[in-house]
C-alpha cells in the first residue's frame, strides 16, 4: 500500500511539473508574440518623411555688439601683416554705436545654412570682413565661413540687411583660401581640437553652434583686427 502512494506520488509530480513547463512556454511565447505586435504597431506609426528634409531643423541666433571684442584696436600685436591693420581712425568699444542681430537656420538634413544679419551704427562702406568664426568668448578663433569669398558684402550691406544661403562650398573654399602661414592657422576650423583635419560640412559648422561655439564678426576700417563688433550664436528656445 505504501509503495503504490510513494507510486502515485511521483506520478504526480511528473504530471505537475510537466504541465507548469508548457504552461510557461506558452506564457513566454504568449508575450514575446505581443510584443512583436506592439512594436510593429509602434514602428507603423512613425512619420517617416523624407520631403521634410529641407525644412528649417536649427536656429541659431546673436546679438552683435562691440562689447563682446576681445580687445582695442590699439592693443593689436606688432608683427600683424598690413591686411589686418586699421587704415582709418579706431574708436573705443564702449564709444562705439554699431549694433546687429544675426540669425542663422540649418536645414533638417544639414546640407545648408540660412544667414540673416542687420545692423545699425556702421557705414556699409566702412566694412572690409565679415566673417562666422568658431572658439569661445574673448578667443579670436579661426574662420569657418568668410563671407567676402562668396560674393560682395558691401554691396550686400547696402540696406543694413546682410543675407546669405551658405553650402558646404562656401565652407571648403574658406579653409582651401590661405596663402600664407596665418592663413593656415586662421582660416578653417578644426574638427577637433588639438588634432588635424578641418571642417568641411554644414554639419559641422551646426555642431560647433549646438556647443555655443560660433560668432559672427564684422570688421570695418577702422576696426580691422578684433573687429567692431561680434556676436555668439546661441540656439533660439522654441
Not at 553650402?167 to 596663402?179: Q, R
Request: glycine share 8%; aromatic share 8%.
Amino acid at each position: 500500500m505504501r509503495a503504490k502512494n510513494i507510486f502515485t506520488t511521483l506520478i504526480f509530480l511528473v504530471v505537475f511539473a510537466w504541465v507548469t513547463l508548457f504552461t510557461q512556454q506558452g506564457i513566454n511565447t504568449f508575450a514575446q508574440t505581443r510584443n512583436q505586435a506592439v512594436t510593429s504597431s509602434q514602428s507603423s506609426k512613425v512619420d517617416l518623411n523624407l520631403s521634410k528634409s529641407k525644412e528649417i531643423g536649427f536656429v541659431y541666433e546673436a546679438f552683435l555688439s562691440p562689447h563682446q571684442e576681445p580687445g582695442e584696436e590699439e592693443n593689436a600685436p606688432k608683427i600683424i601683416p598690413s591686411s589686418l591693420r586699421s587704415t582709418a581712425p579706431s574708436v573705443k568699444r564702449n564709444q562705439r554705436k554699431s549694433a546687429g542681430h544675426g540669425v542663422v537656420r540649418f536645414t533638417k538634413d544639414l546640407s545648408k545654412a540660412f544667414v540673416d544679419v542687420r545692423v545699425e551704427g556702421v557705414n556699409a562702406k566702412d566694412i572690409v570682413m565679415f566673417h562666422i568664426h568658431c572658439g569661445n568668448p574673448d578667443v579670436l578663433g579661426p574662420i569657418i565661413v568668410d563671407f567676402a569669398l562668396a560674393g560682395d558684402i558691401q554691396q550686400n550691406f547696402a540696406d543694413n540687411l546682410f543675407s546669405l544661403e551658405v553650402t558646404n562650398e562656401n565652407i571648403e573654399k574658406t579653409a582651401n583660401s590661405a596663402s600664407d602661414i596665418v592663413g593656415v592657422y586662421t582660416l578653417g576650423c578644426p574638427i577637433e581640437s588639438g588634432k588635424p583635419g578641418k571642417v568641411k560640412t554644414i554639419a559641422g559648422m551646426e555642431q560647433f553652434a549646438k556647443r555655443s561655439e560660433l560668432y559672427f564678426n564684422l570688421h570695418t576700417k577702422g576696426q580691422t583686427f578684433f573687429g567692431d563688433m561680434r556676436g555668439k550664436l546661441n540656439p533660439v528656445q522654441s
